[in-house]
């Protein structure tokens, strides 16, 4: 070989490796630009909401005066309690039969009924929120939520939460329609927690003489109980930050009332209705502090489930090195 | 100990039909809303889809006909936007979290990357228009461009991890020990051999995209008429259902149903493609028996 | 066939042989099958009440698949079906109407990886009792101090009842097992390789264990050590393969006559070392 074909060799070489030098810096760079990115979410929300914060400070969260009109007074409980109030009903439809269905899919289904049925379930992850809301507002509502509330009113109207009269649009419509979309969620995570659990805890229970459901209620469901706990907290996240589908079905009435069956409103829902008519400053800033809080409750909430669920896989890994 | 006794054994039989029949129901439970979706707006939705419906301009309250083709652009517009600016980043942060699975940093990308996917739509939303909306002083395509971005960004990054850890670390080292760098081996090895993982990843993440409404509504805002200017507003089909939906106008429910179930079927195919990419690629590694 | 490790060594049971037991458990022409597969072919073996039998043979030969048929494990594994019978005190265990949860807490199994569950050692132990309704606090307490007696762990334990069943070692663990299997009051014990993956110290503890135990359950033990099925058993299975890939008994008799005195030239072959 000769010389100069070598120094061109060499030559090639270094530029190579300095390609190389740039080409992980830009991998870092992307991989910073995740972790930039949720900052940069806060500080943005953060700073564009100042006016409201200066104005109102922790009031904001507890007073349930909201009045753009005349007095320029913003209080956010009336949507907190709101998107808490959905949220509730969602998980306690949600958490029995997404679970159930989870169980069904992991444990007792064959192969041929779990495989398309878990395709399904995925499948209703990928429906829209607004198609939601739409068959929420059109379908849903008449035929399921309203003659359901009637009944609830007629049997259980006694009680604060289930006082008429009862309209169309109602929280326990935005409730339910959210169980729906946050149905995949449970399921799937659920599913996968349940499989993962090694296959000598079933049989340990079952060679003792116990039934099917004694082992999975006594021994699978405690053994994955942080992995359910994230998947049910990660669809809590989901059902908090539920916009369009909610908005189309809550009413977005300030009505502050204790029953199910009344119109209500939710943080995302207010955000979405009177962000493009916020106009002047203090009333965007207001908007803007509400979007920050749900924020703030979406990432605590996001970051417990993936710890939890993280906690279940790290046991079994452990457990498997034992 | 008292094994013996019908009566308990009887109650645990019991119990044991019971529990797992309730379980068979809520699976149930669980899939039908999917079916009573789909069908009803294909039941709705399909009377009114003509061809002139994917050309013509919406027409105003009353008038029949009409279309939805400025949703159509928009759409496309915002969403490849989007995609454009969201794959190189998500595709290189998954490089990373790919190659660097132990390293704190990357265990912090794919943390970071979980919770990302978990932030409401509508607070993107906001985050988007204060960064475009407000300095620009009107709504545009190019907000909405960027928020689409946001929300594609964790899908593509936590696919291209997935799809280029499946890829046999044979091939690499193969490649390196070569010695080539490591910027051509991704170029030419990696990447192709990861390839319609990729694609996978950018088809879930499109249809992710292309269904979201909230944050539209203050950054591509909406357009009666075709707009292929990124700088001013566009309609999207998702905004376009919202507006419908919510009006008092019964014809306009009508082109409600009509919009979802383009929007549906466009999802649904873009999914279930999706996932066959994935698993014929899995029956070709042998993965898959 | 004593090993030379210089520890204490089990005694041979010499009245094994000599005093006739009743049968325990009677296997008629069992063949196990996996959907179209015949995994296991006509194996009728009777076991002997209050007696230690083993069941060796080269890996692969279907001896855990014939253990599991016995106490209808395999019931579990999709497409698998048994034909022939097997006969427990007089009762058929592959019947119409036959039980299949009371057969499962009758016939106890303790399998090759110890596999306790996450929970107190205590509540291991009762996990049993309690699915069959025992709920007072004292009888559990004596059920699981008589179990863990009879498993030779609870002077262990007796101060940590309410760890983790998992802080414990693998050889106490599998004793852990042990105990919680015979909480429920098994008649018979099945047990897969139960010392395949322990250190020679907790075998033996456990071959220990066997002597004791068998005085009041019928066991039946699956082993690839010959040595151990020596020492242990009073009854020796030898399995193979046949042409058709499918396993079978061509020899059962007393364990010393089987590893001195084998009547197939294959039991030879296999128990003197010459393959396998």
């Not at chain 1, 809301?133 to 509330?149: K, N, Q």
Request: hydrophobic residues 50%.
């Amino acid at each position: 070989m000769s010389s100069t074909s070598l120094s061109v060799l060499a030559d090639l070489r270094r530029a190579w490796q300095h390609g190389d030098r740039l080409y992980r810096s830009l991998l870092a760079a992307a991989g910073l630009s995740t972790i930039a990115l949720i900052l940069g979410i806060g500080v943005q929300l953060w700073q564009n909401s100042a006016l409201a914060r200066h104005a109102f400070g922790w009031r904001f969260l507890v007073t349930s005066y909201w009045d753009p009109a005349l007095t320029d007074t913003f209080g956010a409980l009336p949507f907190i309690l709101g998107t808490l109030v959905t949220s509730c009903i969602a998980l306690l439809a949600a958490i029995p039969l997404g679970v159930g269905a989870a169980i069904f899919l992991a444990e007792l289904a064959p192969d041929w009924i779990s495989q398309p049925l878990g395709f399904l379930v995925e499948l209703l992850a990928a429906v829209p929120s607004v198609v939601y809301g739409l068959w929420g507002l059109f379908v849903f509502i008449p035929v399921f939520v309203r003659p359901t509330s009637e009944v609830l009113n007629r049997s259980l109207g006694f009680l604060p939460f289930f006082q008429g009269p009862v309209f169309g649009p109602s929280r326990l419509a935005a409730g339910l329609l959210l169980a729906i979309m946050v149905f995949p969620t449970i399921t799937a995570i659920s599913r996968d927690v349940l499989r993962a659990i090694p296959n000598s805890q079933r049989e340990a229970a079952l060679a003792i003489g116990a039934t099917r459901w004694e082992m999975i209620y006594q021994v699978l469901i405690p053994y994955g109980t942080s992995g359910l706990l994230g998947a049910i907290i990660l669809g809590l996240g989901r059902a908090l930050g539920e916009t369009i589908a909610v908005t189309m079905v809550i009413g977005n009435n300030l009505d502050l009332s204790a029953s199910l069956l009344h119109p209500g409103y939710t943080m995302a829902s207010i955000i979405a209705n009177e962000f493009t008519e916020a106009t002047f400053d203090l009333y965007l800033h207001a908007l803007i502090e509400i979007g920050l809080i749900l924020f703030v409750m979406t990432l605590v909430i996001n970051l417990v489930a993936r710890l939890l669920i993280w906690r279940v896989s790290r046991r079994t890994t452990l457990q498997v090195r034992a | 100990m008292n094994h013996r006794s019908i009566r308990r054994q009887i109650w645990r039989k019991s119990i044991n039909s019971v529990m797992l029949a309730l379980c068979g129901a809520a699976a149930l439970a669980v899939v039908a809303p999917l079916l009573l979706i789909l069908g009803y707006v294909v039941r709705e939705g399909l009377p009114a889809i003509t061809p002139q419906f994917f050309t013509a301009l919406p027409t105003p309250v009353g008038v029949p006909g009409g279309g939805v083709v400025n949703a159509l652009a928009g759409s496309l517009m915002t969403v490849g936007l989007g995609l454009v600016m969201a794959a190189p980043v998500g595709i290189l942060a998954g490089i990373y979290a790919a190659m660097h699975p132990d390293n704190p940093f990357g265990v912090l990308i794919r943390f970071g990357t979980d919770v990302i996917s978990g932030v409401p739509s509508i607070v993107m939303g906001i985050f988007a228009y204060t960064l475009v909306v407000l300095p620009q002083r009107h709504f545009s395509a190019l907000s909405g461009g960027v928020v689409l971005a946001f929300i594609m960004l964790p899908t593509l990054t936590r696919t291209t991890e997935e799809m280029i850890r499946l890829v046999p670390s044979s091939l690499r080292d193969g490649s390196l020990a070569l010695g080539a760098p490591e910027w051509k081996t991704t170029i030419d090895v990696l990447l192709p051999a990861a390839l319609n993982g990729l694609v996978t990843g950018i088809m879930l993440a499109v249809a992710r995209a292309a269904g979201e409404a909230a944050p539209m509504m203050f950054t591509a805002f909406g357009n009666p008429f075709i707009n292929l200017d990124f700088t001013q507003p566009v309609e999207t089909l998702p905004h376009m259902i919202f507006t419908y939906a919510i009006s008092p106008y019964g014809d306009w429910h009508g082109k409600a149903w009509a919009t979802a179930l383009v929007l549906i079927t466009l999802i649904l195919l873009l999914n279930v493609a999706a996932r066959l990419l994935v698993w014929w690629r899995g029956r070709r590694l042998g993965l898959v028996r | 066939m004593q090993p030379s490790m210089g520890l204490r060594t089990p005694p041979v049971r010499s009245d094994a042989e000599s005093v006739p037991s009743a049968t325990k458990m009677q296997i008629e022409n069992l063949s196990i099958f996996y959907r179209d597969f015949r995994a296991v072919s006509n194996v009728s073996l009777s076991i002997g009440a209050q007696r230690i039998t083993a069941i060796i043979g080269p890996s692969g030969c279907g001896k855990s698949t014939l253990l599991r048929a016995l106490n209808r494990m395999n019931d579990l594994v999709p497409g698998s079906h048994a034909e022939g019978q097997i006969i427990l005190d007089g009762q058929p265990l592959y019947a119409r109407n036959v039980d299949v949860v009371d057969v499962r807490r009758r016939i106890g199994m303790v399998f090759q990886r110890p596999n306790p569950f996450p929970k107190s050692i205590y509540d291991n132990v009762a996990y049993g009792p309690r699915l069959y309704g025992v709920r007072s606090k004292s009888n559990l307490d004596e059920l699981v101090e008589k179990s863990l007696r009879q498993a030779a762990l609870w002077d262990e334990v007796r101060d940590k009842l309410h760890q983790s069943g998992l802080s414990l070692s693998g050889g106490q663990q599998q004793r852990l097992c042990i105990a919680r299997a015979l909480a429920v009051e098994p008649e018979v014990i099945l047990m897969d390789e139960p010392a395949s993956a322990l250190d020679p110290i907790s075998t033996l503890r456990i071959e220990e264990l066997m002597h004791d135990l068998v005085k009041d359950y019928t066991i039946i033990i699956v082993t690839h050590n010959m040595q151990q099925a020596a020492r242990v058993s009073d009854f020796t299975a030898m399995m193979m393969i046949d042409e058709h890939r499918a396993g079978r008994v061509i020899e059962y008799n007393a364990t010393r006559i089987i590893f001195t005195n084998p009547t197939d030239r294959r039991t030879e072959d296999y128990v003197t070392g010459r393959f396998g």
